[in-house]
């Protein structure tokens, strides 16, 4: 007996428990929405809008106000899927309710709505809806309401896109939902803009009594970017449009990927978002992405920063060949990582933009001799240079060559291109006297070999050596070959003894340096034109290793059957060894045998016509191997 | 007097508890009419009944310079009063809102009455009418004996309480209401309500 009591008092707690936990969970509800029993027929409901909410300051101008209201339709229909759609027909004068005048209105009303801040009249038969008006009014309990267009609402103030989003889905069907986020649930504690996004229960609600369009899950769309670019300073203003922006609190807003601080920017409608201040950016395109409870979307290369105007001054060197190749610099300002240069149409190889001022790249092919223009486009910029470089089909070019100081007769080749046979040519080779002086020049092995006439005059005082050469004065049967890279004339240069190693001295065509003067030309076998050809300096590099005279074994400076006698007795009689086995290395092989020996015997005395370089002077042996030379 | 002692101080508890259970559910606020919790609504509401919805008559009429509207007039019996109109007299509730033949007009924000429905009403004057105080959140269903009030998620009596709870309640806000006035500071019910619904 005395345990029953107890029982009695924990079955009692136990029911207590159980009913305080049936009690006290708010029921979570999948589908809350509910519905009032009416719906519009095709799917559609018309309405038109009274701006006249009195508080400009705070509601905004009527412009403003009926941009807000829109946005409460939109979302019904930019944020669902829903097969439904209000359509705005304009302004209207009225603000009362009125089932039978035709005129669906969204109103402010100068009436006190009692213990109502809006309300919704939906008005039909059987079941089906003919008309609606929304009412937001004035004061509630004679206490004033201040509507609120923009930004969270502060106290005492109510959100007219939130509260028209609520009302418009009373107005097409929906009553108050159960579920707490949604916005047509009943109760709106401590929410205010959050009210303008609906909850996927409003979207359940609307797209069971309308159904679905065959369109994809609702997303936040920008449609344009105004302006499309703006200066890399920043600080400018940039307007978005779309679909389904939110709030700004809902918002984040993204340039190039770097969020975008919201005092920059604001959320102005449900499609329209402003950029108060841009922030400042390297020239070029950027992305823009807006992400929002909605979704997010981004948009590549949206808009653009550019500095002051680029523009191209100037291109170096203004001529090429035709073949294209060679590097150039373009030169100019507000040149920026996204400028494309073109030279005759064709973009520039290689282009690397140095920096603002500076374009290096390599000349594309041209399609044809002659000047062209060159281009720089950036973004919507575009820069040209009429005729600012010139496609050249004739060449003259000096070779690259070494040789150590005190070396002789070092060769610099010099070659021609030409797209035809040439009758003629003059060119003057120009060098620094100071560090070597020419000795002669053949045109021996080469197109020119043939040449009836050949002058040479070489003025090492003033630096230069002038060439001319007249294949066959008397008419056109000996012509210069067209080709590329053909042997004209080997100019031979003495390098001085005293001329310093890493010297590299340029092997030119300036012909204004002899006297007289040599005007650089080609006289064409075709129409008998001279033509100036395109000049590709050469050089000579003064370097620090061992001249010496191949085939010069004993070293006694000249070529004889004693160097023949001297190698043998090195080979076979154990004679002494030679201080430059380059030298004895008649033939460059390498080695030091009996081949070598041979070689010299042919050219000493059975017509061999040279030998490797260095030759016919002295100079460093141009070709690795094992070998050296002590000299 | 000891089990006497106890017996009351399970009473308080119980009471407590019910007092608990209703104000609990008075989270739930009306999207656009003014939100109220239990307490407010008592304080605001000249009469609050318990009775049967005896007729319901639907009429156009003026709406008070907002043009014509339907109105349903809820006639109301009232069995029990917890303020206000008596028991035996009736009391007559106007709804926006109603239907006229097949012709009907909705208002989401006014209480939906049932013919023979038993309820629970807060009521108070507006536009020269009696309406349910806070329209929708003013009207609730009582079961037929009288012992359970049917609440709502969306209403400020939140869930199914009983009635002796929300008397409980109903008793406290009023009696607070009074010190209220009697200490001067006229209408904290309305200002806290406004307050509310000014933070939404």
Same mark, same amino acid.
């Given at each position: 007996m005395s345990r029953r009591p107890l029982l009695s008092h924990r079955r009692r707690a136990l029911r207590a428990v159980a009913v305080l936990f049936v009690v006290g969970i708010p029921p979570t509800a999948a589908s809350g929405f509910e519905l009032i029993g009416a719906s519009w027929p095709d799917h559609a409901a018309t309405f038109w809008i009274n701006p006249n909410f009195p508080e400009e300051a705070l509601a905004g101008s009527a412009d403003r106000q009926i941009e807000l209201i829109l946005c409460g339709a939109a979302a019904w229909r930019d944020q669902t899927r829903a097969d439904f759609q209000f359509i705005y027909k304009g302004t209207t004068n009225r603000s009362s309710f009125n089932s039978r005048d035709g005129v669906n209105i969204v109103a402010w009303s100068a009436a006190d709505g009692g213990d109502a801040l809006a309300a919704t009249i939906v008005a039909g038969d059987k079941g089906v809806a003919t008309a609606f008006d929304v009412l937001f009014f004035d004061t509630t309990n004679n206490e004033t309401n201040h509507w609120s267009s923009s930004g969270e609402p502060a106290p005492g103030q109510l959100d007219i896109v939130g509260v028209a989003t609520h009302e418009l889905g009373h107005a097409l069907g929906l009553n108050h939902s159960a579920t707490q986020q949604a916005t047509m649930f009943a109760s709106v504690s401590g *929410?205010? $803009?959050? $009210? *303008?996004t609906l909850h996927s229960d409003d979207r359940a609600g609307v797209e069971s009594l309308y159904s679905t369009r065959a369109v994809g899950e609702p997303a936040v769309l920008i449609s344009s970017v105004t302006p499309e670019s703006g200066p890399n300073t920043g600080a400018n203003e940039v307007v978005l449009e779309g679909l389904n922006f939110t709030y700004d609190a809902d918002t984040q807003l993204l340039v190039d990927e770097t969020p975008l601080s919201n005092t920059r920017w604001s959320v102005e409608t449900c499609s329209r978002l402003r950029v108060t201040s841009m922030p400042s950016h390297a020239a070029g395109l950027v992305s823009l992405r807006l992400v929002n409870t909605i979704g997010s979307v981004t948009i590549e290369d949206a808009y653009r920063y550019v500095g002051a105007s680029p523009r191209i001054l100037a291109v170096n060197p203004v001529e090429g060949p035709l073949t294209g190749g060679i590097s150039v610099t373009i030169t100019g300002e507000n040149l920026a990582a996204d400028a494309v240069v073109t030279i005759g149409g064709q973009a520039l190889l290689d282009a690397v933009v140095v920096d603002a001022a500076t374009i290096e790249g390599r000349v594309p092919a041209g399609a044809a001799e002659g000047p062209v223009d060159v281009q720089l486009e950036q973004g919507t910029e575009v820069s040209v240079l009429d005729d600012a470089f010139t496609y050249n089909p004739y060449l003259i070019l000096a070779s690259d060559t070494k040789a150590p100081p005190g070396a002789t007769d070092a060769p610099a080749r010099v070659r021609v291109s030409s797209p035809v046979a040439l009758q003629a040519m003059a060119f003057a080779l120009s060098y620094d006297p100071l560090i070597v002086q020419a000795t002669r020049a053949v045109t021996d092995g080469g197109g020119a070999a043939a040449a009836e006439f050949v002058g040479v005059n070489v003025q090492n005082d003033l630096g230069v050596t002038q060439v001319e050469i007249v294949m066959d004065p008397d008419g056109d049967a000996i012509v210069f070959p067209a080709g590329d890279d053909v042997l004209a004339a080997t100019v031979f240069l003495d390098v001085l003894p005293n001329a310093v190693p890493g010297t590299v001295v340029p092997l030119g065509f300036d012909g204004s340096r002899g006297v007289p003067p040599v005007e650089l030309s080609f006289t064409r076998e075709t129409d008998g034109q001279k033509v100036r050809p395109l000049v590709l300096p050469g050089s000579l590099e003064v370097v620090d290793e061992p001249s010496f005279l191949r085939g010069d074994a004993n070293g006694d400076t000249k070529r004889d059957v004693s160097d023949v006698i001297f190698s043998l007795d090195f080979l076979f009689k154990g004679g002494p060894g030679a201080s430059c086995d380059d030298a004895v290395d008649s033939n460059d092989d390498g080695q030091i045998d009996i081949s070598d020996a041979i070689l010299l015997l042919g050219f000493l005395f059975q017509g061999v016509e040279s030998l490797p370089a260095p030759y016919p002077g002295t100079g460093p042996d141009p070709t690795p191997d094992a070998i050296g030379c002590e000299r | 007097m000891p089990g006497s002692t106890k017996k009351n101080r399970r009473r308080l508890t119980l009471a407590a508890f019910a007092v608990w259970s209703v104000t609990l559910g008075a989270s739930s606020l009306p999207a656009a009419v003014l939100p109220y919790t239990l307490p407010l609504l008592a304080q605001k509401s000249r009469h609050i009944i318990v009775g049967e919805v005896v007729a319901l008559e639907c009429y156009r009429a003026p709406f008070h310079g907002l043009g014509d509207v339907i109105f349903t007039d809820v006639v109301i019996r009232v069995e029990r009063s917890l303020k206000g109109a008596a028991a035996g007299t009736e009391i007559r509730i106007q709804v926006l809102g109603g239907e006229i033949g097949t012709a009907f007009q909705h208002c989401a924000e006014s209480p939906r009455f049932v013919k023979g429905e038993k309820v629970l009403v807060f009521a108070r004057d507006y536009q020269g009418a009696l309406w349910a105080t806070g329209w929708h959140q003013g009207k609730y269903s009582v079961d037929r004996d009288g012992s359970t009030v049917h609440g709502d998620p969306k209403l400020p009596i939140g869930r199914d309480v009983s009635l002796a709870a929300v008397e409980e309640e109903v008793r406290r806000a009023m009696a607070s209401a009074s010190r209220s006035v009697g200490e001067g500071s006229a209408g904290p019910a309305q200002a806290a309500a406004k307050q509310e619904g000014a933070a939404r």
């Amino acid at each position: 007996m005395s345990r029953r009591p107890l029982l009695s008092h924990r079955r009692r707690a136990l029911r207590a428990v159980a009913v305080l936990f049936v009690v006290g969970i708010p029921p979570t509800a999948a589908s809350g929405f509910e519905l009032i029993g009416a719906s519009w027929p095709d799917h559609a409901a018309t309405f038109w809008i009274n701006p006249n909410f009195p508080e400009e300051a705070l509601a905004g101008s009527a412009d403003r106000q009926i941009e807000l209201i829109l946005c409460g339709a939109a979302a019904w229909r930019d944020q669902t899927r829903a097969d439904f759609q209000f359509i705005y027909k304009g302004t209207t004068n009225r603000s009362s309710f009125n089932s039978r005048d035709g005129v669906n209105i969204v109103a402010w009303s100068a009436a006190d709505g009692g213990d109502a801040l809006a309300a919704t009249i939906v008005a039909g038969d059987k079941g089906v809806a003919t008309a609606f008006d929304v009412l937001f009014f004035d004061t509630t309990n004679n206490e004033t309401n201040h509507w609120s267009s923009s930004g969270e609402p502060a106290p005492g103030q109510l959100d007219i896109v939130g509260v028209a989003t609520h009302e418009l889905g009373h107005a097409l069907g929906l009553n108050h939902s159960a579920t707490q986020q949604a916005t047509m649930f009943a109760s709106v504690s401590g *929410r205010g $803009l959050p $009210l *303008r996004t609906l909850h996927s229960d409003d979207r359940a609600g609307v797209e069971s009594l309308y159904s679905t369009r065959a369109v994809g899950e609702p997303a936040v769309l920008i449609s344009s970017v105004t302006p499309e670019s703006g200066p890399n300073t920043g600080a400018n203003e940039v307007v978005l449009e779309g679909l389904n922006f939110t709030y700004d609190a809902d918002t984040q807003l993204l340039v190039d990927e770097t969020p975008l601080s919201n005092t920059r920017w604001s959320v102005e409608t449900c499609s329209r978002l402003r950029v108060t201040s841009m922030p400042s950016h390297a020239a070029g395109l950027v992305s823009l992405r807006l992400v929002n409870t909605i979704g997010s979307v981004t948009i590549e290369d949206a808009y653009r920063y550019v500095g002051a105007s680029p523009r191209i001054l100037a291109v170096n060197p203004v001529e090429g060949p035709l073949t294209g190749g060679i590097s150039v610099t373009i030169t100019g300002e507000n040149l920026a990582a996204d400028a494309v240069v073109t030279i005759g149409g064709q973009a520039l190889l290689d282009a690397v933009v140095v920096d603002a001022a500076t374009i290096e790249g390599r000349v594309p092919a041209g399609a044809a001799e002659g000047p062209v223009d060159v281009q720089l486009e950036q973004g919507t910029e575009v820069s040209v240079l009429d005729d600012a470089f010139t496609y050249n089909p004739y060449l003259i070019l000096a070779s690259d060559t070494k040789a150590p100081p005190g070396a002789t007769d070092a060769p610099a080749r010099v070659r021609v291109s030409s797209p035809v046979a040439l009758q003629a040519m003059a060119f003057a080779l120009s060098y620094d006297p100071l560090i070597v002086q020419a000795t002669r020049a053949v045109t021996d092995g080469g197109g020119a070999a043939a040449a009836e006439f050949v002058g040479v005059n070489v003025q090492n005082d003033l630096g230069v050596t002038q060439v001319e050469i007249v294949m066959d004065p008397d008419g056109d049967a000996i012509v210069f070959p067209a080709g590329d890279d053909v042997l004209a004339a080997t100019v031979f240069l003495d390098v001085l003894p005293n001329a310093v190693p890493g010297t590299v001295v340029p092997l030119g065509f300036d012909g204004s340096r002899g006297v007289p003067p040599v005007e650089l030309s080609f006289t064409r076998e075709t129409d008998g034109q001279k033509v100036r050809p395109l000049v590709l300096p050469g050089s000579l590099e003064v370097v620090d290793e061992p001249s010496f005279l191949r085939g010069d074994a004993n070293g006694d400076t000249k070529r004889d059957v004693s160097d023949v006698i001297f190698s043998l007795d090195f080979l076979f009689k154990g004679g002494p060894g030679a201080s430059c086995d380059d030298a004895v290395d008649s033939n460059d092989d390498g080695q030091i045998d009996i081949s070598d020996a041979i070689l010299l015997l042919g050219f000493l005395f059975q017509g061999v016509e040279s030998l490797p370089a260095p030759y016919p002077g002295t100079g460093p042996d141009p070709t690795p191997d094992a070998i050296g030379c002590e000299r | 007097m000891p089990g006497s002692t106890k017996k009351n101080r399970r009473r308080l508890t119980l009471a407590a508890f019910a007092v608990w259970s209703v104000t609990l559910g008075a989270s739930s606020l009306p999207a656009a009419v003014l939100p109220y919790t239990l307490p407010l609504l008592a304080q605001k509401s000249r009469h609050i009944i318990v009775g049967e919805v005896v007729a319901l008559e639907c009429y156009r009429a003026p709406f008070h310079g907002l043009g014509d509207v339907i109105f349903t007039d809820v006639v109301i019996r009232v069995e029990r009063s917890l303020k206000g109109a008596a028991a035996g007299t009736e009391i007559r509730i106007q709804v926006l809102g109603g239907e006229i033949g097949t012709a009907f007009q909705h208002c989401a924000e006014s209480p939906r009455f049932v013919k023979g429905e038993k309820v629970l009403v807060f009521a108070r004057d507006y536009q020269g009418a009696l309406w349910a105080t806070g329209w929708h959140q003013g009207k609730y269903s009582v079961d037929r004996d009288g012992s359970t009030v049917h609440g709502d998620p969306k209403l400020p009596i939140g869930r199914d309480v009983s009635l002796a709870a929300v008397e409980e309640e109903v008793r406290r806000a009023m009696a607070s209401a009074s010190r209220s006035v009697g200490e001067g500071s006229a209408g904290p019910a309305q200002a806290a309500a406004k307050q509310e619904g000014a933070a939404r």
